[in-house]
């Protein structure tokens, strides 16, 4: 668990790249039944942890989804993708092109100046 | 094509699934980049597209996924998911499970009214 507050969770995905879920604590199965307050912290968690992201990792480019499928309970995944990493420019959940990179910056500095970030922006 | 505003423009992805794509029409790399109101118009539109989906469709579960690593252009996909589709329950982008389902509502009446929808509600 990186932050929580009322309405989210964010949380770390266990992955060779940079990667982050963000779920609601109360549970809604399509993202479209979440409240409004629920979708704009969303919207503004993604786009905090997007700059946060492109500043700290310098990516090829950023991923986002949600798909929810096996899991029916909304939850948006936010990705730094990089051109030497496992799976681009295939989405994480295509073909393996080649193995991980260890060429990406490490992650603790990361979620250490996002958590300072999202407390001073959510509280 | 869709619908086009003076932001974004909808199109329809060929597929054995109903799915959209959003773009905006000024060229931006991330999300991020995007005007507020470019933001807020993908996400409204997102918004609107899932309910009429859900509504019409009955579907599984909506996919929604933004990545660009091939054509690095800010652009959504919308997809409608059904447990007897291509992939399900993995993404669009991942393994094929089967051949493509033909039970699947027609197309041409949803985009019919979802047109209509658009315009009301953006104009």
């Not at 798909?67 to 681009?88: C, E, K, Q, T, Y």
């Not at 073909?95 to 490490?106: H, L, N, V």
Request: with cysteine; aromatic share 12%.
């Amino acid at each position: 668990m990186i932050y929580s507050n009322s309405l989210i969770a964010i949380e770390l995905h266990e992955s060779t790249i940079p990667w982050l879920k963000i779920f609601t604590h109360t549970p809604h199965k399509e993202f479209s039944e979440c409240s409004m307050e629920e979708k704009k912290m969303i919207w503004e968690a993604i786009d905090l942890i997007e700059k946060e992201m492109l500043s700290y990792f310098k990516p090829e480019k950023i991923n986002i989804a949600s798909f929810g499928n096996m899991l029916p309970r909304v939850h948006w995944h936010i990705m730094a993708r990089f051109s030497h990493d496992s799976h681009f420019p295939e989405p994480m959940w295509g073909t393996k092109q080649r193995e991980g990179s260890d060429q990406i910056a490490p992650i603790k500095p990361f979620l250490e100046e996002l958590k300072k970030k999202l407390s001073v922006t959510f509280g």
